[in-house]
């Protein structure tokens, strides 16, 4: 399959499942109480914001496949690599084990709790995936676990689930 049928079809797959969250997120109720957000509001915003923009990088691979075969083949763009010297095989991969991971963490999060099971995803990503060192993915990982419960728990009152660890 060429890299650019394989593009449209992953865009068309993120297209499918962001409005599948968006469409059934509404079920768990978008706005609470008092106006608070539910627990259905975050994943009706994220998963309609991956279906647009997964439909605005689908309809540009539709109506430009040439331009964009053409660029992978004669090295436009730093020669198919990323930023990071990656290249569009080894960012799948990557794309790929971040699909198995989510499922995984979702799993986890009756047992660790919200907060660690994001955390834990954060540093297995940065250190796995991203091959960062381990010492400063902790120190993110952490950070970002910290964020997310600031925002959620503490500023919007949005109770997380909870796991063996109490937050």
């Known amino acids: 399959m060429s890299t650019v ?9 993120l297209v499918v499942l962001g409005a599948g969250f968006a469409l059934s997120a509404p079920v768990y109720g978008v ?3 008092e106006g608070r957000i539910g627990p259905g509001f975050v994943p009706m915003v994220a998963g309609g914001l991956l279906a647009v923009l997964a439909a605005v990088l689908l309809r540009r691979q539709l109506s430009q496949p040439v331009a964009a075969d053409e660029a992978c083949e004669s090295g436009e763009s730093g020669s198919g690599t990323d930023d990071f010297g990656r290249t569009a095989g080894q960012r799948a991969w990557i794309l790929r084990r971040v ?5 995984v963490t979702v799993l986890a999060v009756p047992v660790v709790g919200m907060v660690c099971a994001f955390g834990g995803l954060v540093l297995v ?3 796995w995936l991203e091959g960062r060192r381990l010492l400063p993915a ?3 990982s952490v950070a970002a676990a910290g964020g997310v419960w600031v925002i959620f728990a503490v500023l919007l009152a949005v109770p997380l689930p909870t796991g063996i660890f109490g937050f």
């Open 125 to 127: 990503i940065s250190t």
């Open 99 to 103: 699909f198995v991971l989510l499922p």
């Open 5 to 13: 049928g394989g593009q449209v079809w992953w865009a068309a797959g």
């Open 138 to 140: 902790v120190a993110f």
């Open 31 to 33: 706005f609470g109480d």
